[in-house]
């Protein structure tokens, strides 16, 4: 449905996030967050979409603040406490906190 309304990418793979964190599926659980945080600025394809020509938005858009809120909820939500210790989730985190400096 994300790609339908030209969402972006981000909204599609959050939902599998989602899915795969009730799971307990750490692998899939990473890879899903690794593909929320690539296409992370993909919410604002909509801006260039023919779909929303009508609708008018602001210059800040906000995702700067979103995506520091979204790394500090993943950093603590309890319920990723079987990821904490995989290495590429302490790496995705590094990564994604260090490109925020």
Not at 24 to 41: C, H, P, R, V
Not at 44 to 63: C, P, Q, V, W
């Amino acid at each position: 449905m994300s790609n339908t309304f030209e969402l972006g990418s981000y909204i599609g793979d959050s939902t599998y996030f989602l899915i795969y964190m009730e799971m307990k599926n750490a692998d899939k659980t990473i890879e899903y967050l690794e593909k929320m945080f690539s296409g992370f600025y993909s919410m604002r394809d909509a801006k260039k979409s023919r779909l929303y020509t009508h609708m008018e938005f602001k210059k800040n858009d906000g995702i700067e603040d979103m995506k520091a809120m979204l790394v500090k909820n993943i950093d603590t939500q309890e319920e990723l406490n079987f990821i904490r210790d995989n290495p590429r989730y302490i790496e995705l985190i590094q990564k994604i906190k260090g490109q925020m400096v």
